[in-house]
């Protein structure tokens, strides 16, 4: 709970003497920026009773996002680097792309090779070699 006490009159709704409790986003602002009338230089209003409690709890949970959005960015980077691993595991074995072990599956399941699916490309080569087929699966 946000209490001020207004220190000049005509501080938006507010004259000099009142105590607003549970004050307004502004009428706080006004108070913790130690805002002055521009004419005299009179301090426009002060935070009483639980305003230093406010401006602490403020600190804790700017502190809070802080570290929040630090761990964000941290979470972020390692999801860029666990994507770039995916992606590169996910391609194809060097020299070998995925048309070709498209074609040694079609050839092996011309030759009806058991398990043909589950087999990696060189397994494959090998099978079409037992099988009577050219290994080149062209």
């Given amino acids: 709970m946000k209490t001020v006490k207004v220190l000049v009159d005509g501080v938006g709704d507010y004259n000099a003497?009142?105590?607003?409790?549970?004050?307004?986003?502004?009428?706080?602002?006004?108070?913790?920026?130690?805002?002055?009338?521009a004419a005299s230089g009179q301090l426009l209003?002060?935070?009483?009773g639980g305003g230093s409690e406010d401006v602490a709890d403020t600190e804790r949970l700017?502190?809070?996002l802080d570290k929040t959005r630090k761990a964000l960015a941290e979470s972020q980077q390692r999801e860029e680097a666990l994507r770039a691993q995916v992606d590169e595991l996910s391609k194809p074995p060097a020299g070998q792309t995925g048309e070709d072990l498209?074609?040694?599956?079609?050839?092996?399941?011309?030759?009806?090779?058991?398990?043909?699916?589950?087999?990696?490309?060189?397994?494959?080569?090998?099978a079409i070699e037992a099988a009577g087929g050219d290994g080149d699966a062209k």
């Fill in 17 to 37: 003497g009142d105590v607003v409790r549970n004050a307004p986003d502004g009428l706080v602002e006004i108070a913790i920026s130690k805002t002055r009338n």
């Fill in 45 to 48: 209003a002060e935070m009483v």
């Fill in 62 to 64: 700017q502190f809070e």
């Fill in 102 to 126: 498209d074609v040694l599956k079609a050839k092996a399941k011309e030759l009806k090779i058991k398990g043909y699916v589950a087999m990696s490309a060189d397994e494959l080569h090998a």
